[in-house]
């Protein structure tokens, strides 16, 4: 049986909506055969999260409550998922209605083979006179997908969904609704159906030859087989100059400039590499 | 003298708000009541970075709707009694 996690606190009048949205997304779920993990309708912890995550490695994960840049609150005081955690995410589907969420945790979860991110990357606004328009919206995505479409048409339809719901709005003259509508419908995003955006250069060309698998293609070079190569070409680049290096007369030749020159690019890399894991690991911290 | 565009949809905005003083708004941990929105529409120069942001990116996508969308921008002119 499909298993999902399913986490909706309640503690403020925001997350008192939420809340009650996802009720319908339980229910969609219960209707699909999944067995829902709930924690729900109060302020969750950080370790109850955990816990769940773990004990159900490949479940969807859905998360409806406040969110930040790099994290899903539980409560006001206490982060669930952050980008200490993010790898939890990873091989699951995550489908959040949460702020600014998929700005930073969402791609950090992306990097970790999350298989899908759905989330905001500005806030996610609503009013009271259009509850069940916003309503519909944020829960549309997960709806359709439960009937089989991918995440790709999920995308699409929602966001055609939000261009109708806000023409509906502007003709019952709720303006302020139509427009915060059209602001959420440009903050979705889903990791999956697209590429989060990038600002390093070498990725950008990456993604350009390769499509998707350039996005992860620091991943791919950092693989232990791949430095195993690098380093095995490189010690036999050396046997095979060493031994060429016996043969000739002693005056300094291209191949001592060759290998000269691959030295440095070998060494390079590898700065470049152990640079690219410092950063990354102070950016966690 | 002609209202300029965000000057035509604040005003409208703002009679909105006064029709509706018991609706909210909600964003993120935030939560506003149409009027207090209102009054922060042309009033941003004071507030806090974040709000700021929040204000400017709601005006820019009203006056992208303002732009793109007949009906939203002949309601609005309407309201605001320019048409």
């Known amino acids: 049986m499909a298993v999902a996690v399913l986490v ?5 009048d925001a997350s008192r909506y939420s809340y009650e949205w996802s009720r319908e997304i339980r229910q969609k779920l219960e209707e699909k055969g999944f067995n829902v993990i709930d924690i729900s309708g109060r302020e969750v912890s ?3 999260v955990e816990e769940a995550l773990k004990q159900n490695p490949n479940a969807l994960f859905v998360f409806y409550n406040h969110g930040s840049r790099d994290c899903l609150w539980g409560s006001r005081t206490e982060k669930v998922v952050n980008l200490n ?5 990873s091989n699951r589907e995550v489908y959040t209605l949460a702020c600014l969420s998929a700005e930073k945790l969402g791609v950090q979860a992306y990097k970790n083979n999350c298989l899908a991110y759905w989330g905001y990357t500005r806030e996610f606004a609503f009013s009271t006179e259009a509850i069940e328009d916003f309503k519909k919206f944020a829960n549309h995505g997960l709806i359709v997908k439960l009937e089989g479409k991918s995440w790709d048409e999920c995308l699409k339809l929602t966001k ?6 806000a023409n509906k709005l502007v003709g019952e003259g709720k303006y302020f609704s139509a427009v915060l509508m059209k602001e959420d419908a440009e903050a979705l995003v889903c990791y999956n159906a697209e590429m989060p955006e990038t600002k390093c250069p070498f990725r950008k060309v990456a993604v350009k030859l390769l499509g998707k ?6 991943d791919y070079l950092k693989k232990e087989y791949f430095e195993y190569v690098s380093e095995a070409t490189y010690v036999i680049s050396l046997i095979i100059y060493v031994a060429a290096r016996i ?4 005056n300094f030749s291209n191949i001592d400039i060759a290998f000269i020159l691959m030295t440095i690019s070998f ?6 590499n152990e640079y690219l894991e410092w950063v990354l690991n102070k950016w966690k911290k | 003298m002609p209202l300029k565009e965000s000057e035509i949809l604040i005003k409208a905005f703002k009679l909105e708000a006064q029709r509706k003083p018991y609706e909210r708004i909600f964003i993120g941990f935030k939560t506003y009541t149409y009027k207090e929105f209102a009054s922060l529409l042309d009033n941003h120069q004071k507030l806090d970075k974040e709000t700021k942001k929040l204000i400017q990116s709601f ?5 992208k709707m303002f732009r793109e969308n007949e009906e939203f921008r002949n309601r609005m002119k309407m309201l605001a009694g320019v048409k």
């Open chain 1, 8 to 12: 909706a606190p309640s503690f403020d």
């Open chain 1, 46 to 48: 950080r370790s109850e």
């Open chain 1, 85 to 89: 955690n993010v790898k939890l995410l």
């Open chain 1, 160 to 165: 055609e969904l939000a261009e109708k719901l």
């Open chain 1, 213 to 218: 698998k350039g996005w992860h293609l620091r």
């Open chain 1, 247 to 250: 043969q000739l007369p002693l």
């Open chain 1, 267 to 272: 060494l390079v890399a590898r700065a470049y």
């Open chain 2, 59 to 63: 005006l820019n996508q009203a006056l």
